[in-house]
């Protein structure tokens, strides 16, 4: 399974006072990733939140897809942005070569470690060659939960890296660690990767 319950669930009940929090501006990450893709592309987005980010991707003149595990977050999106986000969980994916660029922006951080290769083995069969990826992770060192019941896969970097390199076809071109906040209040460290699919 690639999502997990609990973590539906919060977000499910929690999904107003997340936007309010965080669904307001779009993620700094996302305009550098849009200048790599040809103008007018398709952009799958996993994990749209509140819509902020497929927003910004439709602005930029994309098409977007944008999905969710989450009901509640689906509507919140379509009602404040008009994004004609659906749901769908990961493993839903079964896209092949239909988009330019796939951005998870702190979405794939809720896979259980044991799906992440089937996940992204989905996500490079539905980007076409050439296509994009992005996504951020929270790190650590085992898997588990936040104060607040959100699972996390807690991966190291080197990790994330050799789970990426083993995806046949795929280059990872960009990563970056920092250190940032979330909704729990609990500064971690963060780990973004940029990967093209050759």
């Given at each position: 399974?690639?999502t ?73 999106a ?21 988009y ?12 259980p ?33 936040d ?44 780990f ?7």
């Amino acid at each position: 399974m690639s999502t997990d319950p609990d973590t539906i669930a919060f977000y499910q009940t929690r999904a107003p006072h997340y936007v309010l929090r965080f669904g307001q501006a779009h993620s700094y990450q996302l305009d550098p990733f849009l200048d790599r893709l040809p103008a007018g592309g398709s952009v799958l987005e996993l994990g749209c939140g509140g819509g902020q980010d497929a927003a910004r991707i439709k602005a930029r003149g994309f098409a977007v897809d944008a999905t969710d595990a989450t009901p509640a977050m689906v509507r919140k999106a379509n009602e404040r942005w008009g994004v004609g986000a659906r749901v769908m969980a990961f493993d839903g994916l079964d896209a092949e070569a239909a988009y330019d660029g796939v951005w998870a922006h702190a979405s794939l951080l809720h896979c259980p470690r044991a799906a992440l290769p089937d996940v992204l083995a989905r996500i490079h069969r539905a980007l076409v060659p050439g296509g994009w990826h992005f996504a951020s992770y929270k790190l650590g060192e085992t898997e588990g939960r936040d104060p607040l019941g959100r699972f996390y896969n807690f991966p190291s970097a080197e990790w994330l890296v050799a789970l990426y390199e083993a995806v046949p076809g795929w280059q990872v071109v960009e990563t970056c660690h920092y250190r940032s906040g979330g909704f729990d209040n609990v500064e971690r460290d963060w780990f973004d990767l940029v990967v093209q699919k050759a």
